[in-house]
């Protein structure tokens, strides 16, 4: 069952076009219709892994400046060649979604097929992306060399800290909150979808 993001630079009329740098920074992620332009300071894709759309939360609060709606459910078929000539439900519902997140605290919102699950599903997407928003920039080099396979004390060498300062920022990161979080995120997607 597709994912659909719409995704909204906040406050764009009072800043550059974070566009073109949000699409790049989302290009490793599979999607199965890529993130394009929408409109304007918007930018939609279509994906079919939950873990996928938990990592496109992951990225986007990293970097900072929007408001993220997740639609989950159906979308019609056979699904066009662009991102901005499909249609069904869960646009419908990633659009319901993006209204609501401008509202939010915490910029994330979730519809979808099933309302208790996508209730859940946002919940935890919220707890996750509070928490990544306050992580440091020190943290972030940390979680980041550990998640490409170094060790605490390789990372530590590339950083020029002491194995125990990588452990510190990994803790004050939170890394290991966000490593129960993201699965569990996933997993309540995917029950969002029906």
């Known amino acids: 069952m597709p994912f659909v993001l719409t995704v909204d630079q906040r406050g764009s009329r009072r800043s550059s076009d974070q566009v073109p740098a949000v699409l790049a920074a989302l290009s490793g992620v599979p999607t199965v219709l890529r993130f394009e332009r929408t409109a304007g300071d918007e930018v939609q894709g279509v994906l079919d892994d939950p873990a996928a759309v938990v990592e496109v ?14 639609g989950a459910g159906p979308v ?43 209730e ?13 928003d306050r992580r440091s920039d020190q943290a972030w080099e940390a979680v980041e060399l550990v998640e490409e396979g170094r060790t605490q004390a390789q990372a530590a060498g590339e950083l020029g800290v002491t194995r125990q300062a990588v452990g510190q ?26």
């Open 57 to 70: 939360v992951r990225r986007l609060v990293r970097g900072g400046g929007w408001s993220i709606g997740i």
């Open 76 to 118: 019609q078929t056979p699904l066009p060649r662009s991102t901005r000539a499909a249609t069904g439900p869960a646009f419908l519902a990633a659009r319901a979604a993006v209204e609501a997140a401008k509202r939010r605290p915490v910029r994330v919102a979730v519809r979808g097929a099933v309302t208790e699950a996508a």
């Open 120 to 132: 859940d599903a946002q919940a935890v997407l919220t707890a996750l992306a509070a928490l990544l």
């Open 169 to 194: 920022r990994l803790a004050a990161g939170l890394w290991e909150v966000e490593r129960d979080l993201r699965p569990t995120a996933a997993r309540l997607l995917a029950r969002a979808a029906g």
